[in-house]
């Protein structure tokens, strides 16, 4: 015979088990019911359309601060130096109507995926007006797949996107704090090598000049087509000297190569002294001379070494501009040839 304090306790089991279960059914029901994915960023938003990206991590949370210019995007972390629109627009289209797969909403469980308030990069775009458009916090890539975890801030609910939003960022491991190097404009010199007529070098071994020499005759004024074929074909010389010494088409016209589209590393404070990158009394120049008068000399001064994060390099200024770049060894070697190292062989 069952006792009472046997049924008391035997109805409290079965109390308990119909309690977790309608709770069990109550979560299924919930879990089931939430959407499978979600939009995350509604809209295309276009760098025309904004005017202001910051980007950061933890307690940095301005690391990179990218603004819309009169002139275009500036880097305004980076001594306010032209920021390449490619980026811009790879990272802005990498974000149209963003959507993303649910995973969790557990706060407990964030920084399992990259999204704790230490550990999550975060992206905030601001229009043209100043306000907010639009924000996420991006975590980790899931371990064998791609795309990355990510949240709306403040929110505890967790997606995969399958977009790989951190490599717009110039992040391509854990995540980091970015950085404003991924998003600057490092063309230092761009210009056209047909429009150079001539080339002049300096360094410790002296000063050399190489001109142009065109077969084709010259081209009637106004006649646009013949001048520029006119100019489409050349050969090259030593300046000075007296009689024309032949030099090697190919090999100068390597050095005008590197001359007219010169990479950047890296660029420095343009408001530090002159001297401290060497630039004060540059002891190696680079000047293009071109058909219409205009030179573009190129100031090359110590080199930088390596110290961190910061590549090294050789400081380079474009001669009336401001900018401090910091160019490769590459560049530089490809650009001071001696005169002996561009005769024929």
Do not use: C
């Amino acid at each position: 015979m069952i006792s009472k304090r046997n049924l008391a306790i035997l109805a409290a089991v079965v109390a308990v088990l119909v309690l977790v279960s309608v709770l069990q059914k109550a979560s299924h029901r919930r879990a089931t019911s939430r959407p499978s994915t979600a939009v995350l960023i509604e809209g295309v938003h276009t760098a025309e359309s904004l005017g202001r990206l910051v980007l950061g991590r933890g307690a940095e949370a301005q690391a990179v601060v990218l603004a819309a210019g009169p002139d275009g995007w500036i880097v305004e972390s980076a001594w306010g130096a032209r920021a390449s629109r490619e980026r811009i627009d790879a990272l802005l289209t990498t974000l149209d109507n963003l959507s993303g797969e649910y995973r969790s909403d557990s706060r407990d469980v964030l920084a399992d995926y990259g999204l704790g308030p230490d550990g999550a990069v975060t992206i905030r775009a601001f229009g043209r007006d100043g306000q907010p458009v639009f924000a996420l916090d991006v975590g980790v890539r899931p371990e064998g797949g791609a795309g990355n975890f990510v949240r709306l801030p403040d929110r505890d609910e967790v997606y995969l996107t399958q977009a790989g939003v951190l490599a717009q960022l110039g992040l391509y491991g854990e995540p980091q704090t970015p950085g404003p190097r991924f998003f600057l404009e490092l063309q230092a010199v761009r210009e056209d090598r047909q429009a150079v007529q001539s080339i002049r070098l300096r360094d410790a071994g002296g000063t050399r000049g190489f001109v142009k020499v065109f077969s084709a005759p010259a081209a009637a004024p106004g006649d646009s087509a013949a001048a520029a074929a006119a100019r489409a074909t050349w050969e090259w010389t030593l300046e000075g000297g007296g009689r024309a010494q032949p030099l090697a088409k190919s090999k100068v016209d390597a050095v005008l190569n590197s001359l007219v589209s010169v990479r950047a590393a890296d660029l420095d404070d343009p408001a530090a002294p002159a001297a401290a990158y060497g630039l004060d009394s540059p002891t190696r120049e680079a000047a293009l001379t071109l058909a219409d008068g205009r030179q573009v000399v190129l100031e090359f001064g110590a080199d930088r070494p390596t110290a961190g994060d910061r590549p090294a390099g050789t400081w380079m200024r474009v001669r009336g501009q401001p900018t401090v770049w910091v160019v490769t060894e590459y560049t530089v070697k490809n650009v001071f040839k001696t005169t002996a190292e561009l005769k024929p062989d």
